[in-house]
């Protein structure tokens, strides 16, 4: 991965997108569906792309709203929906074209009260409520493209459970979009706009000392600064500050849709990605000031964690202490509940469950594959290395079924408050006892055919017994944790492992390894993945 000359610089004016061009090009350009770039593509958070590109574009939300309406009337869905936005550009022309749809199709839309910003975790948390408390079941809508670039839209369709919607339910809506789309929108029914209310903010803000030790933080004077990057959470932390009565400081309570206040990501472009030391730089720069400090994305379901003693920390290690932590302070949950881990996250996880005692979940890519779990108590945590995760309320029961990067964040607190140490303190504790794992992810040129191979490769398709210099104790194709597919590969041994997915969007596949054994070694292990994967690629 080559880093811009320019990665972790504030953006200059020569960045910033042009805000009524990116949002003129929604209403005026209109897809191809011969055109696959053009076509709506569900990956595992929703449609996301720029008008620019005609990837995000009127036609695509109206056909996508139809399509959800159809799916949800499917499905028996007859309760609210409710609709959240974030800070793109694109957000707010977009969430008007699917109140147009939903209302034209009959369905209650419940909208923030204060007609503001709404993260994911708060949409999740809203559907759930509502639920547990209604025999009719409430679905929703956040209109986000997450950490993406300020051109890009995205909207994503979360079902009765509350969670990121299923493959069946995302090809479904995909597919349906589609043939709307391909027929001239004929089947799309519009009309005024017509929505109600939902105070958002207050239940989710008002219910979070059921999930977190808030007296604790206060009790212990934690000193909090809060970047919310610009992005949906930006309301939120304020009012945690005032209700909960918390030393925090919103660091930067701007909203801008050109996100001129970020400095540029890895490849220059301007990106809320709170796990990147590139988009954090300025969080980071200003680490000694508080005791922690962290980050959101625009829809603040990623959590970025910023210590005076460690800086910003991987978000592999940070889940290797939130999962110790937390099973250790919370009284209230299952005993058997167990820790989830996608496939591709660090085997320091593995190490940590192994010590307490409790059963590890190992489950494909994808924050949807804990959500059964996070409903019945039979997961705690869940979490993806990618920043995200979520955890069971003090008393075990569910709290959201998405990625929540605001409990996250308010976790590190708690564990300094009660603990004394930062989370990067904990990690060197948890290196002390297990080792330093050395972790990467690399890309690998493949074309569309071997992406395709790779994707339905059998454990008897790779015939090497070694990687780098260690038997191989497993060959996977199908998660332990559920027996679904990963889509992909993984070769365990007993101090490394390395996966191999093909990317949804270029013709690479992406190498996730791991190494107990230092750099070096796992340099090793990534070398002679792409020898074990070309070799299964064989005909």
């Known amino acids: 991965m080559s880093v811009h000359s320019r990665a972790g610089q504030p953006a200059e004016p020569s960045d910033l997108i042009d805000v009524p061009r990116v949002v003129s090009r929604y209403y005026t350009g209109h897809p191809d569906p011969s055109d696959p770039g053009q076509r709506v593509a569900f990956g595992t958070s929703g449609h996301r792309g720029s008008s620019l590109r005609t990837a995000f574009n009127e036609d695509h939300i109206a056909a996508t709203s139809q399509a959800i309406v159809e799916y949800r009337r499917e499905q028996g869905t007859t309760g609210p929906l409710f609709l959240g936005r974030d800070t793109h550009a694109l957000s707010e022309p977009a969430q008007v074209t699917a109140l147009e749809v939903f209302a034209a199709n009959d369905v209650t839309v419940l909208i923030d009260s204060r007609d503001g910003y709404t993260p994911t975790p708060a949409v999740s948390h809203a559907i759930l409520v509502y639920n547990a408390k209604n025999a009719v079941k409430a679905d929703g809508v956040v209109v986000t493209p997450s950490h993406n670039p300020p051109d890009d839209g995205g909207f994503k369709y979360n079902p009765p459970n509350g969670g990121p919607a299923d493959t069946d339910a995302t090809k479904w809506i995909q597919d349906r979009a589609n043939a709307l789309i391909a027929d001239g929108l004929k089947g799309v029914r519009r009309t005024t706009t017509k929505a109600e209310k939902y105070d958002f903010l207050g239940t ?285 590969l993984k070769v365990v041994t007993g101090s490394g492992w390395f996966a191999a997915r093909p990317s949804g969007t270029e013709d690479v596949y992406k190498i996730y390894a791991e190494s107990f054994h230092g750099p070096d070694h796992l340099t090793r292990i990534q070398e002679e993945a792409r020898a074990v994967v070309s070799a299964a690629l064989q005909p």
């Open 204 to 488: 989710y803000v008002d219910d979070l000392p059921a999930v977190i030790d808030i007296d604790a933080i206060r009790a212990a004077g934690v000193r909090i600064g809060a970047d919310p990057l610009g992005g949906a959470s930006v309301a939120y932390w304020g009012e945690i500050a005032d209700r909960h009565r918390l030393d925090l400081t919103v660091v930067n309570p701007v909203v801008d849709p050109t996100f001129g206040f970020m400095t540029l990501d890895w490849d220059g472009k301007i990106r809320m990605d709170c796990s990147s030391p590139y988009a954090m730089a300025s969080l980071i720069a200003q680490k000694d000031r508080f005791q922690i400090a962290t980050g959101n994305d625009a829809d603040a379901d990623r959590h970025g964690i910023v210590t005076p003693d460690g800086g910003l920390m991987n978000p592999n290690h940070y889940l290797a202490v939130a999962i110790d932590y937390l099973y250790r302070h919370r009284s209230g949950w299952p005993g058997a509940a167990g820790i989830g881990k996608t496939l591709v996250s660090s085997s320091m996880i593995d190490r940590v469950a192994a010590e307490l005692g409790r059963t590890l979940v190992e489950v494909p890519v994808g924050f949807k594959w804990f959500v059964p779990g996070l409903i019945d108590g039979s997961i705690g945590f869940g979490g993806e290395e990618s920043a995200g995760a979520s955890f069971l309320r003090r008393d075990g029961s569910v709290w959201s079924t998405d990625k929540d990067g605001i409990i996250l964040d308010l976790l590190a607190s708690e564990i300094i408050a009660v603990t004394g140490k930062t989370p990067s303190e904990h990690y060197r504790e948890l290196t002390a006892k297990f080792g330093a794992p050395a972790y990467a992810r690399i890309d690998a040129p493949a074309t569309r055919e071997e992406k395709a191979v790779l994707g339905k490769l059998s454990p008897e398709q790779v015939t090497a017994k070694e990687l780098a210099g260690e038997p191989i104790t497993a060959v996977l194709t199908s998660a332990p944790g559920n027996g679904a597919a990963i889509g992909g």
